[in-house]
């Protein structure tokens, strides 16, 4: 059994997480992160721990090198929205962590690294889209907790309609960030299932349809796939009331104005 769970990156959803990572009652649990992301992870909570003022909200685009800058000004904007949400950036995937530890499970990190695939995808942007992506990053900082809200419900209620446009306006965004992603952490999870029959992966809510379709094409039965979305963890939980939250991962503006990715 695989079970996805899409998250986000700012809100308060750890409590919810850790219940249906418990219930599931893992072999494994699977992190859409990197080996660099984590440790920027660990030493932004040291920072905290030790109430030290985060830099660009815990992302220096420095250890990234092109294309880093990107990063960093939407960084900087999931910091300030994880703040108005009641969170902080990446605490879902603290918690993960944390509900593994709790039922005994390994964990794995199973995204691209990330120097390699954003120089990769740096390269092969045209200038027009290079300069569209910024734009849009730099857009971004302004976004408000109810456009992200907005947002949100609007991916919910059409995915595939958010994935065209993504495609149309930034197509080798779309193919470096989305699909290339999603194909190697489908393989990621595949290779999980060696430690034992369940497998738990939280990812981000944009990537779980391409990796389900990628397990499938991979030759994992659809019906052994199970998913909690994001709007599932924001439902109360059985047991008890649990706060509303919002996604906010990377916004983009084509038209339509659809975003979080």
């Not at 470096?176 to 060696?194: H, P, Q, S, T, V």
């Not at 052994?224 to 709007?231: C, D, E, G, S, T």
Request: some cysteine.
């Amino acid at each position: 059994m695989i079970i996805l769970i899409g998250v986000g990156h700012v809100f308060a959803i750890r409590d919810r997480l850790k219940e249906e990572i418990h219930r599931a009652r893992p072999s494994v649990v699977c992190l859409e992160l990197d080996k660099l992301r984590w440790d920027l992870l660990l030493q932004e909570r040291e920072r905290a721990r030790r109430n030290q003022k985060s830099s660009l909200g815990g992302f220096d685009w420095r250890t990234i090198g092109r294309g880093g800058l990107i990063f960093a000004l939407i960084a900087w904007k999931q910091g300030s929205l994880a703040k108005s949400f009641g969170s902080t950036v990446g605490d879902e995937m603290i918690a993960a962590k944390e509900a593994a530890d709790e039922v005994g499970a390994p964990t794995r990190l199973i995204d691209m690294d990330t120097r390699q695939f954003t120089q990769r995808w740096m390269g092969r942007l045209s200038r027009r889209e290079r300069a569209k992506l910024f734009i849009s990053a730099a857009g971004s900082v302004f976004a408000t907790r109810k456009r992200v809200e907005k947002e949100l419900q609007e991916f919910f209620d059409d995915e595939d309609a958010f994935v065209r446009e993504l495609a149309a306006a930034f197509p080798q965004t779309k193919t470096a960030l989305i699909d290339e992603r999603n194909a190697y952490m489908a393989r990621g999870i595949e290779g999980a299932g060696g430690l034992g029959p369940v497998v738990v992966a939280v990812v981000g809510a944009g990537h779980i349809a391409g990796i389900r379709e990628e397990l499938v094409k991979g030759g994992s039965p659809l019906d052994a796939i199970r998913v909690i979305n994001l709007k599932d963890l924001q439902a109360p939980s059985p047991a008890r009331e649990a706060p509303s939250n919002a996604e906010f991962s990377l916004t983009f503006d084509p038209p339509g104005g659809r975003g979080p990715v």
